[in-house]
């Protein structure tokens, strides 16, 4: 097993090297092949997913967790576009940030750089099999990537078809590698290849997160989970509210940025409670609301403690009545995940007052949370979404996975 994940972490790093040198015109090459190769090649990507698809219903996966796994000629066709956008947006690499003029005539500055190899950890949805590769690739970085085994057909089929359009145009294979062993053996190995990989990013539950987290040598950038909150403020739209929510909540119910807990202000509770309820019940979502909550419709069941941290990722929703706006966003502050938050309200002080005051990575006013994704915020694609704080929060597009280093111009200057 070691020498395995130690042989692709060796040719990550050699290929890391190769694509560091590639020009903008040859990545964006790449790219583009890469997309038109996964749209003529959907046939075989679909008849692969199937039996990722089959083998998930055979184990009694919920649908939710199916619909992420799915792919669809539509979902193809978006993979392919987003690789097509990231070929079109503008390269950050080799890009001089400053330079700035010392007294003894230095001249010091900073300019982006690749990472060199990123490796990536996630669970089942097989379209970050290609948003992965085309940021880091875009960036100049070789990818090793480590699915999960509910949709291993799906990722050797997406890789192979990648590696194929990436050797039709004379680039590094090696760009992209995928650990087909699924083991957990693969994953403890992964997380102690300090020597190969640069930087991991761990995509997937709280279980997966927590256990990169605190057994990794490889530093760490941590996409955590998403217990996303609405807030329905004192004399907001009711008509708003619902629409958002039912988008934010069902449009999607197994993803990071679906809506998963309710907050609503005592003065709008009478009138857009009965609503909520209305709307979700019709697309069978189980509210469970603390007391008063509860005494507005019978359709709502009493909450537990735990119900206000959960992400739940399938059918159910947490509901909570508050008294003001500082105790809405004093439970949100308490129970969210740093990932998205937003706020309907007709109120412009209230709306600056909750972007300023809730923490986490993307905070809204009247908008669904359903927003927070690489793709939506015109970056192509995303690596995930960090919910940590050091260098990059929120949607991870290309920036995310460069870094810096300075370049010193001199014309013979020694220190005294």
């Known amino acids: 097993m070691g020498n395995y994940m130690e042989t692709l972490g060796r ?61 669809t000629q539509q979902r193809i066709e978006a993979m392919a576009e987003g690789l097509e956008q990231v070929a079109g947006l503008g390269d950050p690499v080799g890009e001089v940030l400053d330079m700035k003029n010392r007294p003894n005539g230095l001249r ?28 880091c690739f875009k960036t100049g970085n070789a990818v090793i990537l480590r699915g999960g085994s509910d949709a291993i057909h799906s990722n050797l089929a997406i890789v192979k078809v990648i590696r194929e359009g990436l050797a039709k145009e004379g680039l590094p294979e090696d760009a992209i590698l995928l650990v087909e062993d699924t083991s957990r053996e693969t994953v403890g190995e992964m997380m102690k290849l300090r020597d190969s990989i640069d930087v991991l990013i761990p995509r997937g539950g709280a279980g997966l997160i927590a256990n990169v987290v605190e057994n990794s040598t490889v530093p760490v ?39 998963e807990s309710l907050v ?8 857009a409670v009965p609503r909520i309820v209305s709307r979700l019940s019709s697309h069978q979502v189980e509210i469970r609301g603390d007391e008063r909550a509860c005494g507005i419709s019978r359709e709502i069941i009493p909450a537990e403690e735990e119900d206000w ?38 109120d412009y002080g209230h709306a600056l007052k909750f972007q300023d005051e809730v923490d986490a990575a993307a905070v809204y006013v009247n908008a669904s949370t359903r927003f927070t994704d690489g793709f939506e915020f015109g970056f192509g694609a995303e690596i995930g979404i960090s919910t940590q704080k050091l260098h990059a929060r929120g949607p991870m597009g290309l920036l995310a996975l460069t870094s ?3 370049i010193i111009f001199g014309d013979g200057q020694v220190r005294n």
């Not at 399938?314 to 502050?333: L, P, R």
């Open 11 to 71: 040719r990550a790093k050699e290929a890391s090297r190769l694509c560091a040198k590639l020009g903008t015109t040859e990545k964006n090459k790449g790219l583009l092949r890469a997309a038109e190769e996964l749209c003529s090649r959907s046939a075989y990507l679909l008849e692969e997913n199937e039996k990722d698809l089959k083998a998930a219903e055979e184990k009694g996966i919920r649908q939710s967790l199916i619909d992420r796994l799915r792919l």
């Open 108 to 135: 010091i500055g900073t300019k982006r750089v690749p990472l060199g190899v990123v490796g990536i950890i996630y669970e089942s949805r097989p379209n970050v099999t290609a948003d992965a590769f085309a940021l």
């Open 221 to 259: 950038i941590e996409t955590g989970t998403g217990n996303c909150h609405v807030y329905v403020d004192a004399g907001a739209d009711i008509s708003m509210a619902v629409e958002i929510i039912e988008n934010a909540k069902t449009q999607r119910m197994g993803v990071c940025n679906a809506c």
């Open 264 to 271: 609503i202000h005592a003065a709008a509770a009478e009138k």
């Open 309 to 346: 941290g959960t992400e739940y990722l399938d059918a159910v929703i947490s509901m909570k009545i508050v008294d003001s706006i500082e105790e809405a966003i004093a439970h949100i502050n308490r129970y969210n995940t740093g990932h998205s938050e937003s706020i309907i309200t007709n």
């Open 404 to 406: 810096t280093k300075y």
